[in-house]
């Protein structure tokens, strides 16, 4: 797919390189017949002038229009070059700002691309499972235990579905303010504990760690704070180590409110940082990449934050990992 790509982007850049050179090319070549024609024009301005005055009779009339020619050639010649540097500037401001639209323009057409590939694979696998798991329940007479496992395997994989479909509609939603944030007042410790419980059951292989302040209220809507919980704990697990530790920490600092989701991860280089908070995007190579996703969640939390007037940021963790920070200002 990024193959694809590059080729897609090869061919604009050589597209708009021929189209430069032939450009260039045309204008040097104008330049050089007008300065022929320039050249022409002076030369029978000369011949006019030896038949019509005599040198040697009138010799400061005779300087005085050869004077006047010689500056008109020269005048021309200035006009001539400084039209075709004009020319030339717009030519290639123009060229730069369309490769530029034309570019993005190709990133985003094969992102959505990414994005629906992603979007159509996600839906079908937890379909699938739970699709699966209801007909061995019809089928077969399981044991209590077996049933709760399915049972409880593909109220996961609805709640995984959920999830997905909730980013992809808030995110449509808050982008053209369909969705009304209903903000209340709402204890963010309790929500939070709630959440790491929740993934603390659903995932075995991980140590979470709980460093929250009690009592942070919050005026917030909480379906939003929770999606954005959600996402950064959701990240945490999906790009780091198994056994590896997330740590979920809240503070009050003066009149801020700061959530911070720390993973011992892979972490993020710092040309990526920025990056990541923007539609689809996701870091890396599309056929190298083993990690599920739709490249929304970032971009979810950013629409998220901006709601609620809070800062959205990534550092590195030390000696591993990231620091996803969410700074609510009161
Ligand atoms: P995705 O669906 O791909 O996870 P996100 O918008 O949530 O989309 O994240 C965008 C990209 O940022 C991801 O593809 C991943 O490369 C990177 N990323 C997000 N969270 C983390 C993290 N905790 N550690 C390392 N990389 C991360």
């Not at 021309?76 to 290639?92: D, R, S, T």
């Not at 204890?187 to 929740?198: I, T």
């Amino acid at each position: 797919m990024r193959n694809k790509l590059q080729l897609r982007l090869r061919k604009t850049i050589l597209f708009f390189g021929l189209l430069l050179l032939y450009v260039i090319a045309a204008l040097v070549w104008w330049f050089i017949s007008l300065e022929k024609q320039n050249k022409k024009m002076y030369h029978s301005g000369l011949q006019q002038l030896n038949m019509i005055v005599n040198k040697s009779a009138t010799p400061s009339l005779y300087d005085k229009e050869l004077n006047k020619l010689q500056e008109e050639y020269h005048r021309n010649q200035v006009k001539y070059a400084g039209e075709g540097i004009v020319f030339l500037g717009l030519i290639i401001v123009g060229a730069a700002v369309m490769f530029r639209s034309l570019r993005r323009q190709i990133i985003m057409q094969q992102q959505q691309q990414n994005f629906m590939m992603a979007v159509t694979h996600e839906l079908k696998t937890p379909i699938a499972i739970a699709k699966l798991n209801l007909e061995t329940l019809l089928k077969h007479k399981l044991d209590e235990q077996k049933q709760t496992k399915l049972l409880t395997m593909t109220l996961d994989e609805t709640k995984r579905l959920n999830f997905l479909t909730n980013n992809i509609l808030i995110s449509s939603q808050l982008e053209d303010s369909r969705h009304t944030v209903t903000k209340e007042e709402l204890d963010f410790s309790d929500l939070l504990k709630a959440k790491v419980a929740e993934f603390t059951n659903r995932i075995n292989d991980r140590q979470f760690i709980c460093e929250i302040e009690e009592d942070t209220d919050i005026n917030a809507d909480p379906l939003l704070l929770e999606i954005l919980v959600n996402n950064l704990i959701e990240n945490a697990v999906k790009y780091s180590d198994k056994n590896s530790r997330i740590t979920v920490r809240l503070q009050k600092k003066d009149v801020s409110i700061i959530l911070q989701v720390i993973d011992e991860g892979q972490g993020i280089p710092d040309s990526e940082k920025k990056k990541i908070f923007s539609k689809f995007y996701r870091i890396g190579d599309e056929a190298t990449r083993t990690q599920k996703g739709t490249g929304l969640g970032l971009y979810l939390c950013k629409l998220i934050a901006d709601d609620h007037s809070a800062d959205i940021s990534v550092s590195d963790n030390i000696p591993k990992g990231s620091i996803f920070a969410v700074n609510f200002k009161a």
